[in-house]
C-alpha cells in the first residue's frame, strides 16, 4: 500500500473483501528523473503554442473529408434555423442594432467555431448576457457596448493563454443552478409586457411601495395598474407572441432538433404580412453587415464613467466565460450518451472564444459565449467536426439575413420577444434546478434559493457572491457544530503482478468531498494519469468511499467528470460501498453512470 496524500496509509475492511485476490506490497516506484508532467499554470509564448495548432490541425483535416460533408451540411442547416431568430431576438433584448446580433452570430461563431477547443460547440450572442450589455448601452452609449465586447475578448484570451481556466469551477453547483434559474426569470420578467402590450412603457410601474400599501388597506394603485394593463392588452399581440411561445415550447419536446424558434417566426410573420395588424410592431429593414473597424476606446475614458463601465465589462466576462466553460462541459456529457468520448480543452475554448470576440468586436457585435441550446442542436443533428459551427451555421446564417430580407422585414417583435419568454421559462427549469430540488437537501437548496432571490431583486453579482457565501457558511458551520471534515485523503492500494512488478488497482477515500476540496480531486486525477502513463495502474480500478462522511453536489459532479477521463483508456472503474443516496444522486447528475456501482440501481425520472 502507498499513500496518496498527506500520509494517510489504512484501507477499509471492506475494500480488501473486494480486492480478495490481490496483495498488498511495496510502494509504486516514483515517476523516473527525466519525467516532468505539464504543470497545471503554464505560460506560453510562441505563435504555435499560443493558438495550440497541434490539436487543432488534426481537426482542420477532418472539415475536408467528403464522408463528413452530408452530416456537417445537414447539421448546420438546423442549427442556423435556431440561430438567425435568437441572433435578432437577443439583439433587442440588449438594445442595440441588429446588425450587432447578426455580427455576433455569423463572425464570432465561425472564429470560436475555427480556434476553438470543441468542435460541436457553436457560439453566438447569449440570452443571459443580454440583460448586463443592455446596462452598459443604456448607461454608456453602444460605442461603450463595442468596447466591452473587446475587452472581454482580450480577458478571455489572457485567462486562456495563462491555463488558469478552471478557476470558475470552484462556483459551487448550488449558486450555478440559481443563477441560471434567476436569469431565465429576469428574461422573462423583461419581456413579457413586450408580448402584452404594443407600447409597455405606456404601463405605470408598479412599485415597490404600492405593494406595501396593500397590508395598509389602500388597493387604489394596484387596481389602477390591474386596469391600465387591461386597457392597453392588444389581442392580436398577445396571440402572435402566444404562437412563438408555443411553438419554441412544443417543439422543444418534440425533438431537440426542430427548429421551434423559425417555425414560430415563420407562422408569425406569416398572419402579420396577410392580416396587417394595426399597432404591432414589426422588424422593419435588417441592416447589414458593418465593415470592420477599430471600437472607439474613447468612449470609456471618462474618469467619472470608467468605474462602472469596468464593473459591467468584468461582470460580463465573468458570466461569458462561466457560460462558455458550463456550455462546453455539457456538450462533452450529451457526447457521451451518443457514445462518444469527447474532451474539450477549457484553456483552448478559451482562447478561441477570445479571439473571437475580439474580432467580432471590429465588426461591432455582442459578446458571444458558446450556448448549449445551438451546441446541443448541433451535437443531436449528427455534426461531425468543426465545419459545421465554422462555416455551414455562419454562412446559412448569413444568407438567410440577405435572401428573407423582404420576409424579415415584416417580422412582430412580440414574436421575438415570445421566443426569448420561452428561453426564459427553459432556463428556469434547467437540469441543474431539478437536480438540486430532486436531491432534497436543504444544504444544497439554499444556496441555490439565495442566489436565485438576491439575482432576481437586486443584481447578479450579488446574487452570485451572496449564494457562494451561503454555501461557504453552511460548510463551515457543519465543521464546528457536527466536526465534518472540509477535504478528504485518499490512499492508493496496490498488488503484486506474477513478474514481480507492482499495479496500483485502487484507492480509498476518508473525509469530505466539497466544493473546498475541489483542488484536491484534480491533484488525485493527475497522479492517477500519472500512475497510467508509468502502466502501473490496473484496469479494473476500484475506489473504496466507505470513509467518506459527505459528498456535496458540487465536488460530486467534479469527481464524475475526472473519472470520465479515464474512459478513453479503456478503465473499468467501481464505487465500492457509496451510500445509495449518493448513488441516486450520481444518476441524477448522469444517468449513465451505473457502470460504476456493483450493484444494479435505477432511478425513476
Known amino acids: 500500500m502507498t499513500d496518496g496524500y498527506e500520509g494517510e496509509d489504512d484501507t477499509g475492511p471492506r475494500l480488501q473483501s473486494a480486492l480478495a485476490s490481490l496483495s498488498s506490497g511495496p510502494p509504486v516506484p516514483p515517476p523516473p528523473s527525466n519525467f516532468q508532467a505539464p504543470p497545471e499554470t503554464?505560460?506560453?509564448?510562441?505563435?504555435?503554442?499560443?493558438?495550440?495548432?497541434?490539436?487543432?490541425?488534426?481537426?482542420?483535416?477532418?472539415?475536408?473529408?467528403?464522408?463528413?460533408?452530408?452530416?456537417?451540411?445537414?447539421?448546420?442547416?438546423?442549427?442556423?434555423?435556431l440561430s438567425l431568430p435568437l441572433a435578432l431576438g437577443i439583439a433587442i433584448a440588449s438594445h442595440v442594432p441588429l446588425a450587432a446580433g447578426i455580427a455576433s452570430s455569423v463572425v464570432a461563431g465561425a472564429v470560436a467555431a475555427f480556434f476553438g477547443g470543441n468542435r460541436y460547440a457553436v457560439t453566438g450572442p447569449a440570452a443571459?448576457?443580454?440583460?448586463?450589455?443592455?446596462?452598459?448601452?443604456?448607461?454608456?452609449?453602444?460605442?461603450a457596448m463595442v468596447v466591452s465586447t473587446l475587452a472581454v475578448g482580450c480577458l478571455q484570451f489572457g485567462l486562456g493563454i495563462t491555463k488558469i481556466a478552471n478557476i470558475c469551477k470552484y462556483i459551487p453547483f448550488p449558486v450555478i443552478s440559481g443563477f441560471t434559474s434567476g436569469i431565465g426569470a429576469v428574461i422573462l420578467l423583461k419581456q413579457l409586457p413586450l408580448c402584452l402590450f404594443p407600447i409597455p412603457n405606456?404601463?405605470?410601474?408598479?412599485?415597490?411601495?404600492?405593494?406595501?400599501?396593500?397590508?395598509?388597506?389602500?388597493?387604489?394603485?394596484?387596481?389602477?395598474?390591474?386596469?391600465?394593463m387591461w386597457e392597453a392588452c392588444h389581442l392580436p399581440t398577445i396571440g402572435l407572441s402566444a404562437i412563438s411561445i408555443g411553438c419554441m415550447m412544443v417543439f422543444k419536446k418534440?425533438?431537440?432538433?426542430?427548429?421551434?424558434?423559425?417555425?414560430?417566426?415563420?407562422?408569425?410573420?406569416?398572419?402579420?404580412?396577410?392580416?396587417?395588424?394595426?399597432?404591432?410592431?414589426?422588424?422593419?429593414?435588417?441592416?447589414?453587415?458593418?465593415?470592420?473597424?477599430?471600437?472607439?476606446?474613447?468612449?470609456v475614458l471618462d474618469a467619472k464613467l470608467f468605474g462602472g463601465w469596468f464593473f459591467h465589462t468584468f461582470l460580463l466576462f465573468g458570466l461569458a466565460t462561466l457560460e462558455t466553460?458550463?456550455?462546453?462541459?455539457?456538450?462533452?456529457?450529451?457526447?457521451?450518451?451518443?457514445?462518444?468520448?469527447?474532451?474539450?480543452?477549457?484553456?483552448?475554448?478559451?482562447k478561441g472564444q477570445g479571439l473571437a470576440n475580439i474580432i467580432g468586436a471590429f465588426f461591432g457585435g455582442l459578446p458571444s459565449t458558446a450556448?448549449?441550446?445551438?451546441?446541443?442542436?448541433?451535437?443531436?443533428?449528427?455534426?461531425?467536426?468543426?465545419?459545421?459551427?465554422?462555416?455551414?451555421?455562419?454562412?446559412?446564417?448569413?444568407?438567410?439575413?440577405?435572401?428573407?430580407?423582404?420576409?424579415?422585414?415584416?417580422?412582430?417583435?412580440?414574436?421575438l420577444s415570445g421566443v426569448l419568454v420561452a428561453i426564459g421559462i427553459q432556463m428556469m427549469g434547467n437540469t441543474e434546478t431539478k437536480v438540486v430540488f430532486r436531491v432534497k437537501d436543504w444544504t444544497e437548496t439554499v444556496p441555490m434559493a439565495t442566489a436565485f432571490?438576491?439575482?432576481?431583486?437586486?443584481?447578479?453579482?450579488?446574487?452570485?457572491?451572496?449564494?457562494?457565501?451561503?454555501?461557504?457558511?453552511?460548510?463551515?458551520?457543519?465543521?464546528?457544530?457536527?466536526?465534518?471534515?472540509?477535504?478528504?485523503?485518499?490512499?492508493?492500494?496496490?498488488?503484486?503482478l506474477p513478474q514481480g512488478d507492482f499495479q496500483v488497482t485502487g484507492m480509498e477515500l476518508a473525509g469530505s468531498l466539497t466544493f473546498f476540496s475541489l483542488s484536491q480531486t484534480d491533484e488525485m486525477m493527475h497522479r492517477i494519469l500519472n500512475k497510467h502513463h508509468f502502466g502501473k495502474l490496473a484496469?479494473?480500478?476500484?475506489?473504496?468511499?466507505?470513509?467518506?462522511?459527505l459528498i456535496d453536489l458540487t465536488s460530486l459532479e467534479k469527481f464524475l467528470q475526472a473519472l470520465d477521463e479515464l474512459l478513453p483508456f479503456g478503465y473499468q472503474i467501481e464505487l465500492v460501498d457509496l451510500p445509495m443516496k449518493t448513488q441516486k444522486t450520481i444518476l441524477l447528475l448522469d444517468p449513465h453512470a451505473k457502470r460504476l456501482f456493483s450493484t444494479s440501481l435505477s432511478v425513476q425520472n
Not at 215 to 223: E, I, L, S, Y
Not at 281 to 291: E, F, R, T, Y
Open 371 to 415: 450556448v448549449i441550446a445551438r451546441s446541443s442542436a448541433n451535437v443531436l443533428s449528427g455534426a461531425r467536426s468543426r465545419a459545421s459551427a465554422a462555416f455551414i451555421v455562419s454562412g446559412f446564417t448569413l444568407a438567410g439575413v440577405i435572401l428573407l430580407q423582404p420576409v424579415l422585414r415584416q417580422l412582430p417583435n412580440c414574436a
Open 42 to 81: 503554464e505560460i506560453v509564448s510562441s505563435a504555435w503554442d499560443i493558438f495550440e495548432f497541434q490539436k487543432l490541425l488534426p481537426e482542420w483535416k477532418d472539415m475536408l473529408k467528403f464522408e463528413n460533408l452530408k452530416s456537417d451540411v445537414a447539421s448546420g442547416l438546423i442549427v442556423s434555423m
Open 128 to 143: 443571459a448576457c443580454a440583460l448586463i450589455v443592455a446596462n452598459i448601452v443604456d448607461n454608456y452609449g453602444l460605442s
Open 453 to 496: 432571490f438576491f439575482l432576481v431583486t437586486i443584481d447578479l453579482l450579488t446574487g452570485v457572491t451572496i449564494g457562494v457565501l451561503t454555501a461557504g457558511v453552511i460548510l463551515c458551520a457543519r465543521r464546528l457544530l457536527f466536526h465534518t471534515p472540509l477535504t478528504f485523503r485518499w490512499t492508493w492500494i496496490t498488488c503484486t
Open 202 to 228: 405606456q404601463i405605470e410601474a408598479f412599485t415597490f411601495h404600492d405593494f406595501l400599501e396593500i397590508f395598509r388597506g389602500d388597493f387604489h394603485p394596484t387596481v389602477n395598474v390591474i386596469q391600465q
Open 325 to 350: 466553460l458550463l456550455s462546453h462541459t455539457a456538450c462533452d456529457k450529451l457526447l457521451l450518451t451518443r457514445g462518444i468520448s469527447y474532451h474539450h480543452d477549457p484553456h483552448l475554448d478559451l
Open 254 to 299: 418534440i425533438s431537440p432538433r426542430a427548429p421551434g424558434a423559425l417555425i414560430g417566426i415563420g407562422l408569425t410573420t406569416g398572419l402579420q404580412c396577410f392580416f396587417q395588424f394595426q399597432q404591432v410592431k414589426i422588424l422593419g429593414s435588417l441592416p447589414a453587415l458593418s465593415m470592420p473597424s477599430f471600437p472607439h476606446i474613447s468612449a
Open 539 to 549: 484496469q479494473q480500478f476500484k475506489i473504496d468511499c466507505s470513509k467518506v462522511l
